[in-house]
């Protein structure tokens, strides 16, 4: 008896140890492979032998590989009528670099799953120069890379802001899908690509590839040894594998399933990552004392001038027109040229805004810079520009050079007599006297007796007669009926006024478009519109006296260019009105003495 109460006891404990065994879930992993070559995915299932609202830690993950895809799914078997469930994670993973790659245990509710481990043919040196243009790698590691990535730089060093250029070269042997190419961005360079991408072909090894090459322009933003991260491919290729993930029908189609329009083969991720390359990058030189940091490999100033008779007028615009040309340099980095250019006194600068350009040129990227400066004198004479001098550093010899553009003389004269005349104020009209009429009869001794036999037969003094009978009876009715007309009251005369005033922004508006079509009549009309709606009380009413009201001798300059153009025709170029004016200004308060001149126009 005593022997069965042992043997029953054993029994319970056996269950009991059992029991608690189920209790805790175990925690699996494995890998669809353990070789893969660089480039290829890794698919990772993660299991749990029972029922979970949790997922497993996988941030452990994040320094050998990407996680490109990741789902999750629960499974219910019942098996000789014992019921099991199971709880599966399953992440696609792309390796960051090659060699033998640790998996570490992943935690998932204070379990853990085993440690594994997968090998990445290859290296990213030997990547780059797979059919790259380096040395041939091994028929074996060439046939385990279906896609070949790499990028070099084409120098090791250079100055800060200067250009360094980043060739990328992707050769593929397989169709590659929704395919991308990016360089990470880094706070310690400006990036731009440079033109578009060049497509060729070529054979490796008996294997036939598909190559790209990109180039990238580097502007370094600070000095040191810089790391340029290495480019990142991401597409999708042909997912040749026919069976299911380790013999699982639950995820053997998780991931790598992605139909393409008109195609019938599956495909899979690819993720793919360059070498990183390394940059020193020098500090600003205490040799380049010029104001302006300009490392580019060489630079052109030029200019022309319109007109080109360096004699002008008074008040005539001269234009001049410079061109910057900087190799290694993009547009953005060269300085406004209207800024450095010297302008002696009594000449007034109003430059453009100037247009920006930048060109591939072989290897390198040229920026262009041009702009217009039109050159107004205030009094004639004879005026001497100084040279336009422009310091650069010079990155291929390292030393700092000078473009320059020579002196140049002007010739001002006075303004035309025509335009002077009509620049003096109209301070009173003068009727010319009328000449001497002829006697409409001869009063020599002996000619009466003729003229007046002339007046009796000709009809002349009476059609005379009745012409002056109907302008007299003509001025009556005019006199009668201004007088049997009611005056309007005050009211009304205000309201009448206020009526057929233009808004001063309406004006104003048709101004600047007036000054685009360079339209003198126009410009002139809507600037007096402008003027009247600005200052109803007391308009302007010519643009000598708008000028005297704006105080502004440019202004005044301009406007009487305008208004002798207006008035003697010719061609009237409405940019420099239109770039001193380019708002509406407020107009000064008029004088009590202040005479107002009428218009030169009606």
Not at 44 to 73: C, K, M
Not at 253 to 281: I, K, N, S, W, Y
Request: charged share 20%.
């Amino acid at each position: 008896m005593k022997n069965v109460h042992r043997l029953l006891f054993a029994v319970l404990a056996l269950l009991a140890i059992a029991t608690s065994l189920s209790a805790f879930a175990a925690v699996t992993a494995s890998l669809d492979r353990d070789h893969i070559a660089p480039g290829e995915s890794v698919r990772l299932l993660v299991q749990r032998d029972e029922r979970s609202n949790t997922q497993p830690d996988i941030s452990v993950l994040s320094d050998d590989f990407d996680v490109l895809a990741r789902s999750t799914g629960t499974s219910v078997q019942i098996i000789n009528g014992h019921l099991s469930s199971r709880t599966q994670v399953n992440l696609l993973l792309a390796p960051k670099h090659a060699g033998t790659l640790r998996i570490p245990p992943l935690q998932w509710d204070g379990e853990q799953s085993p440690a594994l481990a997968v090998t990445v043919d290859g290296n990213g040196k030997a990547n780059a120069s797979q059919g790259l243009g380096g040395a041939a790698p091994d028929q074996t590691q060439a046939a385990s890379s279906p896609v070949l990535l790499g990028a070099t730089l084409d120098r090791k060093q250079t100055w800060v802001q200067a250009v360094a250029v980043l060739t990328v070269r992707l050769a593929s042997a397989e169709a590659l899908y929704e395919a991308s190419l990016d360089l990470p961005a880094s706070k310690d360079f400006l990036v731009r690509q440079l033109g578009k991408d060049v497509q060729t072909s070529e054979s490796r090894n008996g294997r036939s590839y598909v190559v790209v090459e990109r180039k990238y322009l580097l502007f370094p933003q600070r000095s040191g040894q810089l790391k340029v991260d290495g480019v990142v491919l991401d597409a999708q290729i042909a997912d040749r594998s026919a069976d299911n993930f380790g013999g699982d029908t639950l995820f053997g189609g998780a991931f790598g399933r992605l139909p393409l329009a008109g195609m019938r083969q599956p495909t899979r991720p690819l993720r793919v990552h360059a070498d990183a390359v390394e940059l020193t990058v020098l500090a600003r030189p205490a040799a380049a004392t010029a104001a302006h940091w300009l490392p580019a490999q060489a630079v052109r100033l030029t200019e022309s001038w319109r007109p080109d008779n360096p004699a002008i007028h008074v008040g005539e615009p001269l234009t001049r027109h410079l061109h910057l040309a900087a190799s290694g340099l993009t547009a953005a980095q060269l300085p406004d040229l209207a800024a450095i250019m010297p302008v002696v006194d009594g000449i007034r600068a109003y430059p453009d805004q100037g247009t920006l350009d930048d060109q591939p040129q072989g290897n390198s990227v040229l920026g262009s810079r041009d702009q217009d400066i039109a050159l107004i004198a205030s009094r004639p004479g004879r005026y001497t520009l100084p040279a336009l001098r422009l310091a650069w550093w010079d990155t291929e010899h390292g030393t700092q050079r000078e473009v320059a553009l020579p002196e140049r003389t002007l010739e001002v004269l006075p303004a035309p007599a025509d335009s002077v005349e009509l620049a003096k104020p109209l301070t009173k009209t003068s009727t010319p006297s009328p000449a001497p009429m002829p006697a409409p009869f001869d009063l020599q001794p002996g000619a009466v007796a003729a003229n007046l036999e002339f007046a009796a037969h000709s009809p002349w003094p009476w059609i005379s007669l009745v012409v002056g009978l109907l302008w007299l009876a003509t001025l009556l009715a005019w006199w009668y009926s201004r007088h049997r007309q009611p005056r309007p009251s005050p009211r009304e005369t205000t309201k009448a006024v206020s009526s057929s005033t233009i808004p001063a922004a309406h004006a104003f508006k048709a101004f600047r478009k007036a000054c685009q079509e360079n339209d003198p009549q126009a410009a002139r009309a809507a600037l007096l519109n402008w003027a009247a709606g600005a200052r109803p009380q007391q308009p302007p009413q010519g643009l000598k006296a708008l000028a005297l009201l704006l105080k502004d001798p440019a202004i005044g300059d301009a406007l009487q260019q305008l208004d002798r153009c207006c008035y003697a025709g010719g061609e009237w170029e409405g940019k420099l009105l239109a770039t001193i004016l380019p708002t509406p200004r407020p107009l000064a308060a008029a004088k009590a003495s202040e005479a107002i001149l009428p218009g030169l126009y009606p």
